[in-house]
């Protein structure tokens, strides 16, 4: 496995990225693995390794960047109230969707570049925060990212302008909405609308409630993790790869 940590250029700024791909037998399909709210840490790296052992050139940004170089948080960052908490979510609240599109407009173009990653569809998927961008980089670039998928991912029904569930109808690629049974960020009314309106939207995929589950069930680090959820969301993401990447 070769793994490097470079600084993309974005519009606005270096965006520290964890890249890391198989050694032997490329080109492979690029894969944005787009981060939880708690931000960059050892299991996300962890977690890029695993997914591109499957045969994926998987790159992982730091999408708090533009806040500065200290936005990776201890591991107090998950208690809530606590100084590191409060210093994540003081960036947290402030993100939104479109620059977030630009890094992966940027992400994209850097793959694109690379001996190591083929050329052809993207993937993109994330986890909390970041469900919300997987599925808008399928609608905002719907001839490169063929593949999204969302795990438990936050408010993807709302008043915003940006709100996910308005531009599913745009995407031409698959996607995959993985929802916990538990969730105070998606409750299940939210996940029955969202059903509803992705249905009506045509687009191609599945919603799916991973029953007795909470939010973070994929994270072995987090009091929720849930072993089987946890696998058959590796199951569910690799084959959605395999089907629309290769």
């Known amino acids: 496995m070769l793994e490097q940590t470079l600084d993309l250029a974005t519009k606005d700024g270096a965006m520290e990225t964890f890249i ?49 170089r200290d936005t990776k948080y201890g591991p107090d960052v998950l208690k809530h109230g606590s100084e590191e908490h409060q210093r994540m979510r003081a960036v947290r609240t402030k993100m939104t969707i479109r620059p977030v599109m630009d890094d992966v407009a940027a992400m994209i173009a850097f793959a694109d ?44 029904v709302s008043d915003a302008v940006e709100s996910p569930h308005l531009t599913l109808g745009k995407a031409k690629g698959e996607l995959y909405i993985s929802c916990a049974e538990h969730d105070e960020l998606a409750p299940p009314e939210m996940v ?24 973070g069930f994929a994270f072995p680090q987090r009091w929720c993790y849930d ?15 395999r089907r629309r990447l290769g």
């Open 192 to 215: 029955k609308e969202l059903k509803a309106l992705f249905d009506k939207s045509g687009a191609a995929g599945e919603l799916e409630v991973h029953p007795g589950v909470h939010h």
């Open 227 to 241: 072993k089987p959820a946890a696998e058959r969301h590796w199951e569910r993401l690799i084959a959605l790869y």
């Open 113 to 156: 570049r690379q001996a190591a990653a083929r050329k052809g569809p993207v993937g993109a998927h994330g986890y909390c925060m970041s469900g919300p961008y997987a599925l808008a980089a399928a609608a905002r670039y719907p001839d490169r990212v063929l593949a999204a998928a969302s795990f438990y991912g936050t408010w993807l």
């Open 20 to 68: 890391c791909h198989p050694e032997r037998g490329g080109p492979y399909p690029p894969v944005l693995l787009l981060m939880d709210a708690p931000g960059i840490r050892e299991a996300l790296y962890d977690m890029a390794r695993r997914l591109a052992t499957s045969g994926y050139y998987v790159m992982l940004p730091n999408l708090y960047y533009r806040a500065g």
